[in-house]
Structures are given as structure tokens and as C-alpha cells.
């Protein structure tokens, strides 16, 4: 398997998501074991998009467990309503959050991130299994593009794993 998930800057976002799936559903087909799709995941999108911080919190019982992840450490459990994660999983709705010092009750793993967005990974009974959590260092990084992708990826990645 190669794959090359560097890209040039000069495509706009929406390219260059178009260029990443294009190379991640192969990375991903057939794939059952959810650890490694997921850490294949990250690493994807780290080596395409450079995100500062970008991770998996899993359900499991009560609560968002941390799971496969690129970045700095970050905490372990995240129950259910509570930050930016806990109310994706709660409201079973992706949220871009522009200024992470403007969501109420936003838990800072890294003092440094200042924007975020959380898609869940929603099966087809709307059951969440998890989150896919991106952090940037800048403020408003992410916008309707990234919401729109990310759910797209978070699509592939539940008929991937969760059929
Ligand atoms: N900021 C998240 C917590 C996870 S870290 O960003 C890695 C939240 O408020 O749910």
C-alpha cells in the first residue's frame, strides 16, 4: 500500500478534500478493525491538512473515551453533554466552534487550541459511536467546507466499521 496524502496549497479547501477522499476511502475499504481504521484516519488527515490537534473519542457506556489520535496529550473520558464532544454526542449534530473562550463549558485539553469542530459518528439508526474531534491553534479555522467533508469521512468511516 502507498498512499501520499502531502498536498500542493494551491488547491482551495474544497480540492483538497476532494483529493483526500479520493485516496482515503482505498485506505479505508474493507478495513473492519476499528482501532487501526481510525488511526489511519488520523494520520491521513494530519499528513494532508496539518491540523493541530485531531482525535476519536468512542462511546462507550456513559461516557466519550479517548481513542486513536494525532497531537498532544489529551483527557482520557468526556461524559456525556459536556464540552464541545459531549454535546455533539448528546445532540447527535456536528459543531464548528469558532472561539473555543465563547462555548460554555468547552474543556481545554491544550491551553493552545482556539477553534474546534466535532462531527459524530452517526449510524444509520442515529446511534452515536463516537466523535471525531479537530482542534486548530487559530481562531475560526473551520467553516461549512470542513463540516461538510468531515461528515462525509465520518460517513465512510461508520459503513466502514459500524454496519
Ligand atoms: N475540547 C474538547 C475536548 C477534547 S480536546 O479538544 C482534545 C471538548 O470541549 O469537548
Known sequence: METNFRQTHAMDKAERYEAFLEQFIPLIEG?????SVLANTCAALKEAFGFFWIGFYLVEDDKLILGP???SVACYSIRKGRGVCGTAWAEGRSIVVPDVDRFPGHI??????RSEIVIPLLTTQD?????????SDQLDMFDDIDRKYLEKVAHLLVETLYK
Open 31 to 35: 478495513e473492519t478493525h476499528t482501532i
Open 69 to 71: 489520535f494525532q497531537g
Open 108 to 113: 481545554a485539553c491544550s491551553s493552545l487550541s
Open 127 to 135: 446511534e452515536v459511536r463516537g466523535v471525531l474531534d479537530i482542534d
